[in-house]
């Protein structure tokens, strides 16, 4: 009785030992991105006098709001569709590369934040095609991360991360927005 005793925790001993040793060992990996750029987008809403220079415009708001000018209560329920210039640096009046188009969901209450959906269509020499963009931004951060989830053209597939920041804003009828965009996955 004592030898199987023995027998059966020396089987057991080497099963855990084997098992702990064949375990693989988790590799943390550092990816560098395959393209990094910055540009910056540009976004005038409409606000019931600017007509001719607005880039986006409300289309959805809650019952207790309007469409000329966003809601209180962080501007929550407020739907936004945008067509904004897209420049190499933050002069709104610098030749665009492209244009961001898409809309932004004003999402909560008790937090200034939105949602995000959108592409960088680029129509310059340099870049032709589009990458897509959707996910969550908290606006209060000084920094928030979207994720690149598509692309045409020459981001063909494309998938990483967009890090937005809050370049510059007027009161609420004009914002820039600094976009760094790290590719992980480029064709």
């Not at 969550?136 to 991360?161: E, H, Q, Y």
Request: aromatic share 14%; net charge positive; hydrophobic share 40%.
């Amino acid at each position: 009785m004592e030898a199987k005793r023995s027998l059966l925790a020396i089987f057991l001993l080497l099963s855990f030992l084997s098992i702990s040793t064949a375990a693989p060992t988790r590799k943390t990996r550092t990816r560098k991105p395959c393209k990094s750029m910055v540009f910056y987008f540009h976004d005038v809403i409409y606000n019931g006098h600017n007509a001719k220079n607005a880039t986006s415009a409300i289309v959805g708001s809650p019952q207790w709001g309007n469409k000329t000018i966003l809601t209180g209560q962080n501007h929550f329920g407020d739907l936004v569709v945008f067509d904004d210039p897209i420049t190499l640096d933050n002069n709104l009046h610098s030749k665009p590369v492209g244009r961001a188009q898409g809309f932004y969901i004003y999402d909560k209450k008790d937090i200034f934040t939105a949602w995000l959906g959108f592409s960088f269509v680029f129509n310059s020499t340099q870049h032709k095609g589009s990458i897509n963009f959707a996910g969550a931004d908290p606006l209060m951060n000084k920094t928030r991360d979207i994720s690149v989830i598509g692309g045409t053209g020459d981001f063909f597939m494309a998938r990483g991360v967009a890090t937005l920041m809050t370049d510059a804003f007027e009161g609420e009828v004009y914002f820039r927005l600094r976009t760094d965009i790290n590719l992980y996955e480029c064709w």
